[in-house]
Structure formats: C-alpha cells, structure tokens
C-alpha cells in the first residue's frame, strides 16, 4: 500500500481499540466486583443465619479476655 494512504489509517484504529479495551476491562472489572461481593455477603448471611451475640458474649465473660469488664458484665474501675 502507499504509504500516504496509511497516514491517516492509524488513528481510527487506535481509537477502536482504545474503546473496545475499556468496554472489555470495564465488564470484567464488574463481573470481578458482583462476585466477589455476592461470595462475601453469601457468606456473611450464612454466618450470621446461627449467630446468636448473647451465647458470644456470655463466652467471652466468662473466658477472661475482657479486661475492663467483671465477669458480671460490669465495668471495671480504671483509674489508678
């Protein structure tokens, strides 16, 4: 082909391309997104489905770890 016929034969192709990657990137940025967010809230729900915060914090008085509350549920007095 003559060279003076290519000179203007890059641009449209650059653009079609330029435009076609964000199209692609975009879709598979948000396919990655809905995924990862609906595998996250599926397994939020499963969690929370049994989860009961009384028998939670019942356990955790009970085990100690909590050190500015008695085991009563009670604050502890802090000050020195």
Request: no cysteine; net charge neutral.
């Given at each position: 082909?003559?060279?003076?016929k290519l000179r203007f034969f890059k641009g449209p192709i650059a653009a079609r391309g330029v435009i076609l990657g964000t199209i692609i990137s975009g879709a598979i940025t948000l396919k990655v997104v809905f995924w990862y967010r609906r595998t996250r809230v599926n397994a939020m729900k499963e969690f929370y489905k049994d989860y009961d915060e009384k028998a939670e914090w019942k356990s955790l008085l009970e085990s100690g770890i909590l050190k500015t509350?008695?085991?009563d549920g009670k604050f502890k007095n802090m000050s020195d």
């Open positions: 082909m003559d060279p003076a509350v008695t085991k």
